[in-house]
């Protein structure tokens, strides 16, 4: 290295013009990048004679500063002679939208139900989806090695001792949880995910949603019951909504029903969805059992109450027309984008 080939960096520093970025970042790489030529000066400079290094370095320092200050200045002159809009890039214009996502169908629907029983005074209670066996099955009176619970085919995380784990089947778990904890009167709803190990088809999953709800009050009769269902019916499917209810078995009510609402696709002419029979079931209910309240500390002989589970894909299905079970966890953005435009609740 010498002094002429400082000399010479700097003449053609002075010299340097570009027209465009390009140009200019591509002199700024040769000049200064880590192959450039005045970085290999640097990389010599070991090798000058001691008694030359401090005027050596004075000049390498002056060059490197002077490049600096020449490749700043020709990208400004390069901006300003060129504008936003020279490289082929408006840099005024908005960035590329990106899609807005929507809520999930089973939310929609578990935020209106929620939102219809608020509004006849139901808090939201929740409870753990690993839950004991006690909580899912005994307090709620099925009996150890009752028939009952083959009702429900289970997940147990542990088995093998007197109060095993497992994946709740029902959100009953967390009304016996309210009794436990709760002053009396009580009036819950219990949203939540429950599990069973079904085989998967249209009307089938292992996975789905549960609302259930109960109340518990000094006087509370069936005709309590069939009111509050009548009321939600209507908020959920429209102000001309029938309903009926049929016999059935629950081992935590005594009596038992289930509820079918007028199918509110044909109006109870008969249609494919309600397959002709002009009506749709939509929850099982019941005044609960003696047996379920004692378990709970709750006195029977003073207090009585009853409670309602539904499913909410079973909802959403009669909502919206939906015939198979599986679209809701498949996560097709297609079928998920058909709700993009659902009303707030």
Not at 25 to 37: C, H, I, Q
Not at 325 to 332: K, Q
Request: charged share 25%; net charge negative; glycine share 8%.
């Amino acid at each position: 290295m010498t002094i002429q080939d400082i000399e010479r960096l700097r003449a053609e520093l002075e010299a340097l013009k570009c027209k465009t970025e390009k140009e200019v970042e591509e002199a700024r790489v040769r000049l200064l990048g880590k192959k450039g030529e005045i970085t290999a000066l640097f990389d010599e400079f070991r090798t000058v004679a001691p008694e030359l290094k401090r005027e050596f370095g004075r000049t390498l320092n002056e060059l490197k500063q002077a490049a600096l200050e020449k490749i700043s200045a020709l990208k400004d002159s390069v901006c300003e002679t060129q504008g936003p809009g020279a490289s082929g890039v408006d840099l005024s214009m908005p960035g590329d939208p990106f899609p807005m996502g929507s809520r999930h169908p089973v939310s929609i629907v578990r935020e209106e139900i929620v939102s219809i029983f608020r509004k006849f005074g139901y808090d939201v209670a929740e409870g753990p989806e690993v839950e004991d066996d006690y909580h899912v099955f005994e307090a709620l009176n099925f009996p150890p090695n009752h028939p009952a619970r083959d009702m429900q085919d289970t997940f147990f995380v542990s088995a093998g001792h007197p109060n095993p784990l497992l994946l709740r089947t029902h959100t009953s778990s967390v009304q016996v949880r309210a009794m436990e904890t709760m002053k009396l009167p009580i009036r819950v709803i219990c949203p939540g995910r429950v599990f069973r190990n079904e085989a998967i088809s249209a009307r089938a999953h292992c996975i789905f949603h549960q609302v259930e709800g109960l109340y518990i009050d000094e006087g509370v009769t069936f005709a309590d019951l069939k009111q509050a269902i009548l009321l939600f019916a209507r908020e959920m499917f429209g102000p001309d909504t029938q309903i009926r209810m049929r016999p059935s078995y629950f081992p935590f009510t005594e009596p038992s029903a289930e509820v079918d609402v007028s199918c509110n696709i044909c109006h109870g002419k008969g249609c494919n969805i309600c397959k002709g029979t002009g009506w749709l079931e939509i929850l099982g209910c019941g005044m609960v059992d003696p047996n379920v309240l004692e378990a709970s500390g709750i006195d029977s002989k003073k207090y009585s109450g009853f409670a309602f589970g539904m499913g909410i894909e079973r909802i959403a299905m009669l909502k919206w027309q939906v015939n198979d079970l599986r679209h809701y966890f498949e996560n097709d953005m297609r079928f998920l984008g058909e709700f993009a435009s659902a009303p707030e609740v």
